[in-house]
C-alpha cells in the first residue's frame, strides 16, 4: 500500500510575506544599513562642528546645505528613476555615500577638517539622497506583488525610526565618546559600503525605455507635473499635504522644547523623552499596518489619519503633565505613519509605472519644500500667539483641510471606482517568483485620470 506525502505549507504573517521574495531582503537589508549609517552621520557631524569650535549657527550651515542639495535635485531624482534602472541609482547613491563618508574620516582623522568642508560633503550628500527615495520608491513594485507592498512600506516605515533615531544615533554616541567624531565618519563609510555589497547582489530587474520613449529632461519634468494636475485624488492629497506641512512641521520641530520646558517644568531629558514618543509611535504604526490589508475607503482613510491625527497637537498647548504629551505626540506619530504607509503603498498601486519616480519625487519636493518655511514661521508665529495656542491652532486646522480635500474632490467616490483591496491573495503553496510576474501583468495597465 502506496502513501502519498502531502506537503503543507503554513501562511506566513502579512508583515512577513515580503520576505519570501531574495532581492527585497537584499533591498530592506541594504536600507537597513543605510539608515543605520544616516543616523550615526547626524550626530557625528553635529559633534564633528563642535569638535572645529563652531556652534549652532555653524551647525545651521551644514545642515542647510545637505537640505539645499536636497531640495535642488530631488525632481532630477525623480525624473532619473524613470529613465535609468533603479538598482543602477541605488548603487550610485551608496558608492556616493561611501566615498562622502570616507572622505569626511580622513580629513577630520588627520586634522585637515575644516567647516566649508564639511558643508560642501554635506551638499553632496543631500544631492545624492534625491536620488534614492524615488528609485526606491519605483523599484519596490518590481519585487513584489501589489498586495505585499503594504507590508513592505510598513516595514520601511518602522525601520526609519528604529535605526536612523535610535541604532544609528546610539552608537555615534559611542563611538565619539569613546574615540573622535571622525572615526564615526568612517565606521559610517564602512556600513554604507555593506549595504552596497547587499545591492550589488540583487538581479537587475529595470528595463531601459526604448529610444521612442525617451524625451528630453524638461519634457519628463513637464508629463509627471501635467499627471499631478490631472488626477483628482493625486492632486488633493499634495495640496493637503503642502498645507499640513505648513502647520503642523514648524510647532513640533521648533516650539515643542519650549512647550516642554514652559508648561512641565522639564528640561533637555523631558524633551527627549516626548520627542521620543513620536518616533516609537511612528514605528509602531508602521509595524501595525504593515499587518493589515490595504482599507476599501483608503483615501479617506489616510487623510482622516492625518488630520484627526494631528488633534492631539492641541492637547499639548493645553496641558501641563509631561506624561500627557508623550503620549499626544505617540498618537501624531503613530496616526502620522499609518498615514504615510497607505500613501505610498497607494503611489505604487495607481500611478504608472513609467511616471512613479517623477511623482514619488514631486511628493517628496512638496514637503521639502514647505519644511524650512515652517520651522522659519514658528517661532515669530509661537512668541506673537504665545505656544499654547499656536499648538491649539496646529492640532485643529488639519481636520478641516482634510475634511474639505475628501470632500471637495470626491475621493470617496473615487476610492470606491478604483479599489485596491481586491488582489487575490496568492497561495501559501505558490512559488513567490512566479506568482509576482503575475501580478506585475496584472497590475501594468494605466490608471484612470481623474
Known sequence: MMFVKTETRRELPRALRPFRHRDYRLLVGSLALSLCASGLWLVAVAWQVIALGGGPAQLSVVATAFSAGLVLAVLLGGVAADRLPHHILLRGVEVARVICATVAGTLAVTGLLQLWQLAVIGFLLGTAEAFFFPAYSALLPTLLPADELLAANGVEGSLRPTAQTAIGPALAGVV?????PGVAFLLAAGIYLVALFALLA??????????????????????????????????????????????????????????????????????????????????????????WRLPRRYLTWMLLCWGLGAVPLAIIG??????????????????????????????????????????????????????????AIAGPIGEWLGVPLTFIIAGLVPVPLALAAIAFWRLPKDELAHPLDTTPRESASQDPESTLSAHRNADSREPERH
Open 176 to 180: 565619539v565618546g569613546l574615540y573622535a
Open 202 to 291: 540583487m538581479r537587475p530587474v529595470t528595463a531601459l525605455p526604448s529610444a521612442e520613449e525617451r524625451r528630453s529632461v524638461l519634457h519628463d519634468l513637464g508629463e509627471g507635473f501635467r499627471y499631478l494636475f490631472q488626477t483628482g485624488w493625486l492632486f488633493a492629497t499634495l495640496a493637503f499635504a503642502f498645507l499640513y506641512v505648513l502647520v503642523v512641521v514648524g510647532p513640533i520641530e521648533v516650539l515643542l522644547p519650549f512647550a516642554v520646558r514652559d508648561q512641565t517644568g522639564h528640561g533637555a531629558g523631558g524633551y527627549a523623552t516626548v520627542l521620543g514618543a513620536f518616533g516609537i509611535g511612528g514605528a509602531v504604526g508602521s509595524l501595525l499596518v504593515s499587518n
Open 318 to 375: 493645553l496641558t501641563g503633565w509631561l506624561w500627557v504629551m508623550v503620549a499626544a505626540t505617540f498618537v501624531v506619530g503613530f496616526t502620522s505613519a499609518v498615514a504615510m504607509v497607505i500613501w505610498g503603498t497607494l503611489l505604487q498601486r495607481r500611478v504608472p509605472a513609467r511616471l512613479l519616480g517623477r511623482v514619488s519625487s514631486l511628493d517628496f519636493f512638496v514637503s521639502l519644500a514647505l519644511m524650512p518655511v515652517s520651522m
